[in-house]
């Protein structure tokens, strides 16, 4: 069984950084790709970024892109979100997922950590 752990959400003005971790159990990210997630009140949960599995090959939103950074630590078995210019719109709960290579389906979800970006 895999166990995600997001931390690093909190309240952050707007223009501001914040940098979300996501850890797992055992050797995770040396297994699975990983993929960060958001979900805002009253919205579906959309993709943010992703990090291949044994690749440096990453996929952004559009939303996102040159202003977010997803990256991974194998020998932490931790994966990163760096967030820098957020706005307003960037306020949701954060969800790290593990990626299945042959599906190309998320196995397994953390809990999520809350980012509110005030205006």
């Not at 977010?68 to 630590?73: A, K, Q, V």
């Not at 196995?107 to 970006?117: A, E, N």
Request: aromatic share 12%; with cysteine.
């Amino acid at each position: 069984q895999v166990h995600l752990v997001e931390s690093g959400g909190g309240l952050v003005q707007a223009g501001g950084t914040l940098r979300l971790s996501c850890a797992a159990s055992g050797r995770t990210f040396s297994v699975y790709g990983a993929g960060w997630f958001r979900q805002a009140p009253g919205k579906e949960r959309e993709f943010v970024a992703a990090i291949y599995r044994n690749t440096d090959i990453t996929d952004y939103a559009d939303s996102v892109k040159g202003r977010f950074t997803i990256s991974r630590d194998t020998a932490k078995n931790t994966v990163y979100l760096q967030m820098n210019g957020l706005k307003p719109e960037d306020t949701a709960m954060y969800y790290c997922g593990a990626r299945n290579a042959a599906t190309g389906k998320y196995d397994y979800w953390g809990q999520g950590t809350q980012v509110t970006v005030s205006s």
